[in-house]
């Protein structure tokens, strides 16, 4: 295990050496221009793979609570040498972070020269399992999409350009850091994407509780992208039209499942049957 550098103590919150974690919620609602910030121990590991993996994703530093430094020590090893440490006590980490952080671990990330849709739905393997949002606003749920992808075998999650950012705190958090491992782009429109799909060999199976046919009748094959809705008004009509549909049947009196929960459960249906779990 390599050498850890010894933390570096942080006494003032206004020090400029952490400028970057100050007010983390406001400016979450403000963009960080290519960074991110990850938080609690499970994604900060995430993130050390992500370091390794040379795909674009990096640490830059890591701040965390005093009383957790000990523990992390393995953790820490892993991350390259010039990544610095900032250590604080309670009342400094919570007035750098602008709320209480119980979980008093956090890291500044960056995202540079990650593949495009294009080049992402290129590198995917010739047998190989695509889940594809249109206008997913929700970051839980973005985080949760992201989180059953990784489970169910995914190979990259393509969003159009009017989803939020899976690469926001909390989606980073809710989805266990599985954002930051799981290749995904964010571009163009909803039908540009399928078109992109299509042409590149795969059956697009769209979930909306009026489709055609269900989950469990989607059939194997060596490429499939399951696409998935905005929250409430799920896929438009015209997207509907241009794909097969399935349903995911279910007691009457709720209109539709979470967009999250639902695309787990296409997803594990067709994992299962192109024997990806």
Not at 70 to 75: D, F, S, T
Not at 108 to 129: F, H, W
Not at 165 to 179: C, H, L, N, Q, T
């Amino acid at each position: 295990m390599a050498a850890v550098p010894p933390p570096i103590r942080i006494e003032d919150p206004a020090d400029p050496r952490i400028a970057a974690f100050v007010s983390i919620k406001e400016r979450d609602l403000t963009g960080r221009q290519g960074r991110f910030i990850a938080e609690g121990t499970v994604v900060l590991r995430m993130l050390a793979a992500a370091h390794r993996s040379g795909r674009g994703i990096t640490a830059e530093a890591i701040l965390l609570l005093e009383n957790r430094v000990a523990g992390l020590a393995e953790l820490l090893a892993q991350f390259p040498a010039d990544v610095p440490v900032f250590v604080a006590d309670a009342p400094v980490f919570d007035a750098i972070a602008g709320f209480n952080m119980h979980r008093g671990v956090l890291a500044l990330g960056r995202s540079d020269a990650m593949p495009g849709r294009d080049a992402l739905i290129a590198a995917v393997p010739a047998s190989s399992l695509v889940l594809a949002a249109c206008g997913i606003s929700n970051h839980d749920n973005m985080g949760s999409l992201f989180r059953n992808a990784a489970a169910f075998g995914v190979d990259a999650v393509l969003m159009d350009e009017s989803s939020c950012d899976p690469m926001y705190r909390k989606s980073i958090r809710v989805s266990v850091g599985s954002a930051l491992t799981l290749p995904f782009s964010r571009e163009g429109t909803a039908a540009e994407l399928i078109d992109r799909l299509l042409t590149a060999g795969f059956a697009i199976w769209g979930l909306s509780p009026r489709g055609e046919v269900d989950v469990t009748e989607i059939p194997p094959a060596p490429r499939t992208a399951l696409l998935v809705g905005t929250e409430g008004e799920g896929l438009p009509q015209a997207i509907l039209s241009a794909v097969r549909t399935a349903r995911i049947r279910q007691r009457p009196g709720l209109d539709s499942l979470n967009v999250a929960m639902a695309a787990g459960i296409a997803l594990h249906q067709v994992a299962s049957a192109n024997g990806r779990i």
